[in-house]
C-alpha cells in the first residue's frame, strides 16, 4: 500500500518536470530536473532532495541534501555582470570537478517550488542559458554544495548575493569557482559594452580604415599593442603592468574610431564605457572589477570630460572613484585604460597630469595634406574629377577633420547624383545594380563646400557671410 509520504513525493517530482515543460525551460543535461545523464549516486541524491522537499516543513531541503545540519557557508555580494559571468561558468566547473548539478530550482513566496529562473547570453551565434537566481544542489565524490543566488538591490543598483553552504570547504570551492571563472568567462577575449553586452558590428575595422599620421599610429600601437604583446618580459623588469592613455583632440578627429580599430584587431578582452554606463560613482568600481576578470583587457572610456572635470567645478563623486579605481590599493594588472576627451584643459589635473593613472596625451588634430588626400580619393572612389581639381579640394579643406571630408564627399555625390539625367538601372530592392561614377567639377566643389561651411559655421554659432 502507497503510503501517504510516497504518494506526495511522486506528485511533486511529476509537477516540477511539468513546471520545466510549461516554462520551455530545457536545462542543459547537468541542470536536469529530470536527472538525464547522472550517476547513480547523483540520481539517488535527486531522489532523495526531491522526498526532503516535501516530507516535513520544519526540515531544510539543505540539510536533508548534506546529511546533516553541521554544514560550512560562504556569502557573498557580488556585481551583477561578475555574478552572471560567474554562475554561467559554474556547470562547466563543477563538471570539470567530477560533479554534477541535481537539481535546479526555487522556492515561490508561499514555500512552493518552482522552476529556477533563467537567462540567455549569445556568444559567436551560440546562445548559452544558465540559472540566475535559484538554488543549484551539486553532488560529488567528494563533498555536496547548495549553491543559491538572488539579485538584490544594494545602493541603487543590482547585485548578487550568492550563498554557498557545503559539506566540505566551502570556501575553497568559492575560490576555485572564481579562478575557473576568471579563465573561461564568455566575455573573456570580447569586445563588449560595460552593462555586458557583446559588440556585434556589420564590418570588422583594421588600421588601414583610419588615417592618422604615421607617428600618431606608431606610438598607439607601441602603448597598447606592443604593452600587452610584451607584458609579461615587461612585469620581469620592473614595468607596471597597467597602462593609461588620454586621446584628445576635437570631434571628428578619429578617437572614436581608433577604439573601434583597437577593438577588432587586439588579442585581448576590450570593455567599451559610454557615458549611459555610469550613472552612479560605483559604476567605475564595478567597470574595473569585470575588466580584472577578463584580463589582458583594454577599458575605453568615451568622454572623459562629462565625469572628470577639475575638483573645483565637480560636485559629483564619480571623479574620486575614478582616481581611486585607476590608482588606488586594488592592482589592475594587465589593464590599459584608454579614455577620449574633446576638452583636455577641463579634465582634472591629478588624471591629466599623472603617470600611473594615465601616463601619455595623445592628440589628435586636423588631417595633414597626405592624409587628407588618401582619404578624399578613398572616399571619391565612385567619382571623376581631374588632378587639378583634386588638388583644389584638398588645399581648401587644410582644416577638416576626417568627419568633415566624410560629410564633404557625401555632399559631392548627393549634388552630382542629382544633376547626373543618366537613368539609375536598379535591382528589385531598389539598389542600383552596379554603381556609377559621377563627374565632379570645380563648380560642384565649390557649390558643395559653401553648402558644408555654412552648415559648420552655423552649428558653431557664427553667422554666415
Same mark, same amino acid.
Given at each position: 500500500?502507497?503510503?501517504?509520504?510516497?504518494? !506526495?513525493?511522486?506528485?511533486?517530482?511529476?509537477?516540477?518536470?511539468?513546471?520545466?515543460?510549461?516554462?520551455?525551460?530545457?536545462?542543459?543535461?547537468?541542470?536536469?530536473?529530470?536527472?538525464?545523464?547522472?550517476?547513480?549516486?547523483?540520481?539517488?541524491?535527486?531522489?532523495?532532495l526531491s522526498l526532503a522537499l516535501i516530507a516535513s516543513p520544519g526540515r531544510r531541503p539543505v540539510a536533508v541534501f548534506l546529511g546533516h545540519e553541521d554544514y560550512q557557508k560562504v556569502e557573498t555580494i557580488v556585481d551583477e555582470l561578475e555574478g552572471a559571468l560567474m554562475l554561467e561558468c559554474l556547470p562547466a566547473f563543477v563538471h570539470q570537478q567530477g560533479g554534477q548539478i541535481v537539481m535546479a530550482f526555487r522556492f515561490g513566496n508561499a514555500g512552493e517550488v518552482l522552476n529556477a529562473i533563467w537567462r540567455a547570453v549569445t556568444v559567436n551565434g551560440a546562445t548559452r542559458r544558465y540559472v540566475a537566481e535559484g538554488y543549484l544542489f551539486i553532488h560529488s565524490p567528494h563533498e555536496k554544495m547548495v549553491v543559491s543566488a538572488e539579485l538584490i538591490p544594494v545602493q541603487g543598483r543590482k547585485k548578487f548575493r550568492i550563498t554557498l553552504r557545503g559539506s566540505g570547504d566551502s570556501a575553497s570551492f568559492w575560490r576555485n569557482w572564481q579562478d575557473y571563472t576568471r579563465r573561461n568567462n564568455y566575455l573573456r577575449g570580447q569586445a563588449f559594452f560595460a552593462d555586458g553586452e557583446i559588440i556585434e558590428r556589420r564590418r570588422i575595422y583594421g588600421w588601414d580604415d583610419i588615417l592618422l599620421p604615421e607617428e600618431t599610429k606608431r606610438i598607439i600601437r607601441t602603448h597598447v599593442d606592443g604593452f600587452l604583446r610584451n607584458r609579461m618580459w615587461l612585469k620581469a623588469v620592473g614595468v607596471k603592468a597597467r597602462r593609461g592613455l588620454i586621446f584628445s583632440g576635437p570631434p571628428g578627429t578619429g578617437k572614436t574610431l581608433t577604439g573601434k580599430v583597437l577593438a577588432d584587431t587586439l588579442d585581448a578582452s576590450f570593455v567599451w564605457v559610454c557615458?549611459?554606463?555610469?550613472?552612479?560613482?560605483?559604476?567605475?568600481?564595478?567597470?574595473?572589477?569585470?575588466? !580584472?576578470?577578463?584580463?589582458?583587457?583594454?577599458?575605453?572610456?568615451?568622454? &572623459?570630460?562629462?565625469?572628470?572635470?577639475?575638483?573645483?567645478?565637480?560636485?559629483?563623486?564619480?571623479?574620486?572613484?575614478?582616481?581611486?579605481?585607476?590608482?588606488?590599493?586594488?592592482?589592475?594588472?594587465?589593464?590599459?585604460?584608454?579614455?577620449?576627451?574633446?576638452?583636455?584643459?577641463?579634465?582634472?589635473?591629478? &588624471?591629466?597630469?599623472?603617470?600611473?593613472?594615465?601616463?601619455?596625451?595623445?592628440?589628435?588634430?586636423?588631417?595633414?595634406?597626405?592624409?587628407?588626400? !588618401?582619404?578624399?580619393?578613398? &572616399?571619391?572612389?565612385?567619382?571623376?574629377?581631374?588632378?587639378?581639381?583634386?588638388?583644389?579640394?584638398?588645399?581648401?579643406?587644410?582644416?577638416?577633420?576626417?568627419?568633415?571630408?566624410?560629410?564633404?564627399?557625401?555632399?559631392?555625390?548627393?549634388?552630382?547624383?542629382?544633376?547626373?539625367?543618366?537613368?539609375?538601372?536598379?535591382?528589385?530592392?531598389?539598389?542600383?545594380?552596379?554603381? !556609377?561614377?559621377?563627374?565632379?567639377?570645380?563648380?560642384?566643389i565649390d557649390t558643395a563646400l559653401q553648402e558644408v561651411n555654412v552648415e559648420t559655421r552655423s552649428r558653431l554659432g557664427f553667422h554666415a557671410a
Amino acid at each position: 500500500m502507497t503510503s501517504e509520504f510516497e504518494r !506526495r513525493a511522486r506528485y511533486q517530482e511529476r509537477r516540477m518536470i511539468e513546471l520545466q515543460e510549461e516554462d520551455d525551460l530545457t536545462a542543459p543535461p547537468q541542470v536536469s530536473l529530470k536527472g538525464e545523464n547522472l550517476t547513480p549516486a547523483a540520481e539517488e541524491a535527486r531522489r532523495i532532495l526531491s522526498l526532503a522537499l516535501i516530507a516535513s516543513p520544519g526540515r531544510r531541503p539543505v540539510a536533508v541534501f548534506l546529511g546533516h545540519e553541521d554544514y560550512q557557508k560562504v556569502e557573498t555580494i557580488v556585481d551583477e555582470l561578475e555574478g552572471a559571468l560567474m554562475l554561467e561558468c559554474l556547470p562547466a566547473f563543477v563538471h570539470q570537478q567530477g560533479g554534477q548539478i541535481v537539481m535546479a530550482f526555487r522556492f515561490g513566496n508561499a514555500g512552493e517550488v518552482l522552476n529556477a529562473i533563467w537567462r540567455a547570453v549569445t556568444v559567436n551565434g551560440a546562445t548559452r542559458r544558465y540559472v540566475a537566481e535559484g538554488y543549484l544542489f551539486i553532488h560529488s565524490p567528494h563533498e555536496k554544495m547548495v549553491v543559491s543566488a538572488e539579485l538584490i538591490p544594494v545602493q541603487g543598483r543590482k547585485k548578487f548575493r550568492i550563498t554557498l553552504r557545503g559539506s566540505g570547504d566551502s570556501a575553497s570551492f568559492w575560490r576555485n569557482w572564481q579562478d575557473y571563472t576568471r579563465r573561461n568567462n564568455y566575455l573573456r577575449g570580447q569586445a563588449f559594452f560595460a552593462d555586458g553586452e557583446i559588440i556585434e558590428r556589420r564590418r570588422i575595422y583594421g588600421w588601414d580604415d583610419i588615417l592618422l599620421p604615421e607617428e600618431t599610429k606608431r606610438i598607439i600601437r607601441t602603448h597598447v599593442d606592443g604593452f600587452l604583446r610584451n607584458r609579461m618580459w615587461l612585469k620581469a623588469v620592473g614595468v607596471k603592468a597597467r597602462r593609461g592613455l588620454i586621446f584628445s583632440g576635437p570631434p571628428g578627429t578619429g578617437k572614436t574610431l581608433t577604439g573601434k580599430v583597437l577593438a577588432d584587431t587586439l588579442d585581448a578582452s576590450f570593455v567599451w564605457v559610454c557615458p549611459r554606463h555610469v550613472q552612479f560613482a560605483v559604476c567605475f568600481q564595478e567597470i574595473m572589477s569585470v575588466a !580584472r576578470l577578463v584580463s589582458p583587457a583594454v577599458v575605453f572610456l568615451e568622454d &572623459l570630460d562629462l565625469f572628470a572635470e577639475e575638483r573645483e567645478h565637480n560636485s559629483g563623486s564619480g571623479l574620486g572613484e575614478l582616481m581611486n579605481q585607476l590608482d588606488g590599493a586594488i592592482d589592475n594588472e594587465d589593464i590599459i585604460t584608454i579614455a577620449t576627451t574633446n576638452r583636455l584643459d577641463v579634465i582634472e589635473k591629478a &588624471l591629466r597630469n599623472r603617470p600611473g593613472r594615465f601616463d601619455r596625451v595623445i592628440e589628435f588634430s586636423a588631417m595633414d595634406e597626405y592624409c587628407r588626400r !588618401r582619404m578624399l580619393e578613398k &572616399l571619391l572612389a565612385h567619382a571623376t574629377l581631374a588632378p587639378a581639381d583634386m588638388a583644389h579640394l584638398v588645399a581648401v579643406t587644410s582644416d577638416y577633420t576626417g568627419a568633415q571630408l566624410e560629410e564633404l564627399t557625401n555632399t559631392l555625390y548627393i549634388l552630382g547624383a542629382d544633376s547626373d539625367d543618366t537613368p539609375v538601372a536598379q535591382v528589385e530592392d531598389g539598389r542600383e545594380a552596379s554603381p !556609377r561614377n559621377i563627374s565632379v567639377d570645380r563648380r560642384l566643389i565649390d557649390t558643395a563646400l559653401q553648402e558644408v561651411n555654412v552648415e559648420t559655421r552655423s552649428r558653431l554659432g557664427f553667422h554666415a557671410a
